[in-house]
């Protein structure tokens, strides 16, 4: 069975950072694209950043540019996104999400986890 189980999510203050981890199970994770995927209250799912099979550096969304990274750890089977500077509005459920393809840009987010919340508020 495949499985995305997030963690890392909580409360931080306005300016704060956090490390979301995804452990990935079920699938030959290093064949695989990778993405984050976030909901904020009352809105729609809104794209954060996604990295190919065996890159070191992915792709970000220009809200979260300079201030999210997202990495993989494939021997550990592992997907981070580590987020600094954080605002009010980067509060949201984050998914971690399972490309159907090897490069992001070519497939679609075919498993979701269940994901985690983050709330940014002083």
């Known amino acids: ?3 995305l189980v997030e963690s890392g999510g909580g409360m931080v203050q306005p300016g704060g950072s956090l490390t979301l981890s995804c452990l990935a199970s079920g699938f030959t994770f290093n064949n695989y694209a990778m993405a984050w995927v ?8 809104e ?5 190919n099979d065996r ?4 792709r970000e969304t220009e809200s979260v540019k300079g201030r ?4 993989r750890d494939n021997a550990k089977n592992t ?5 600094s500077s954080l605002k009010p509005e980067d509060t949201a459920v984050y998914y971690c999400t399972k490309s159907s393809y090897w490069d ?3 497939g679609y ?3 979701w986890g269940q994901g985690t919340l983050v709330t940014v508020s002083s």
């Open 1 to 3: 069975e495949v499985q």
């Open 38 to 45: 976030r909901q904020a209250p009352g809105k729609g799912l």
């Open 47 to 51: 794209w954060v950043s996604a990295i």
């Open 55 to 58: 890159d070191v550096y992915g």
């Open 68 to 71: 999210f990274t997202i990495s």
């Open 79 to 83: 997907l981070y996104l580590q987020m």
């Open 104 to 106: 992001w840009r070519g």
């Open 109 to 111: 987010l075919e498993v």
